[in-house]
């Protein structure tokens, strides 16, 4: 039953099956020499064996496998988005922010395997209740600019009365550039002058991350 993972879900439940039987399933066919499993397999030896890793595997690599073609690779892709959307979902629809690690369980599943930088806001209401996050920029590997001008209007426009900033270093260092210093300081100033507070600026680095708010900044 081993290369039958869809039987073995049947009898077992889908708890019993390994991570490449999960994946067979999503491949549902392999190759003339393999079978659907030994080609997730594969998938999975390309990641180093992680699934945390395979959330930032690209099409291109997945299509350089054997036995994947380009409907199998999307097929993967939405999986694995949905694995990381779950993840970073807030537990409730307006759970409240209450500490800088309640940020990072939010977006770190979004940004730490990400090879080029994002910001997103977090948009809270006066009692710290998430109202929505949103991504406000979209970078390259060094930096990602901000508008000011942009998440200001966003906040005015969801009657926010706070705000939280996150981004994503690739490099894994989670520490602030002096370009992230000076952005976050134009931000809080901007928003100041509509009474809107800049409650934090987190920075997710792989597993670790960077709170502007914790380091007194």
Not at 72 to 100: C, D, H, N, Y
Request: net charge neutral.
């Amino acid at each position: 039953m081993d290369d039958r993972p869809r039987e073995k879900m049947n009898v077992s439940g889908a708890a019993s099956l390994s991570d490449s039987e999960l994946l067979a399933i999503l491949i549902n066919s392999g190759t003339r020499d393999k079978s659907a499993v030994d080609v997730a397999r594969e998938i999975l030896a390309s990641a180093d064996n992680s699934l945390n890793a395979l959330t930032g595997i690209t099409k291109d690599r997945l299509c350089a496998i054997q036995g994947i073609g380009e409907a199998k690779a999307s097929r993967l892709l939405a999986a694995f988005e949905l694995a990381v959307r779950i993840q970073s979902e807030p537990s409730g629809p307006r759970m409240r922010i209450t500490a800088s690690s309640t940020v990072c369980r939010i977006f770190s599943p979004m940004l730490r395997n990400l090879q080029h930088e994002e910001c997103w806001v977090l948009f809270l209401n006066k009692a710290n209740k998430i109202i929505s996050k949103e991504k406000v920029s979209t970078g390259g590997v060094s930096g990602a600019v901000l508008d000011p001008r942009i998440i200001i209007r966003k906040a005015v426009d969801k009657l926010a009365s706070a705000i939280i900033l996150v981004h994503n270093h690739p490099s894994g260092n989670p520490r602030p550039s002096e370009l992230d210093r000076r952005q976050t300081r134009v931000l809080r100033d901007a928003a100041a002058l509509l009474d809107i507070a800049l409650l934090d600026h987190v920075i997710i680095a792989g597993d670790s991350y960077y709170s502007f708010s914790d380091e007194g900044l």
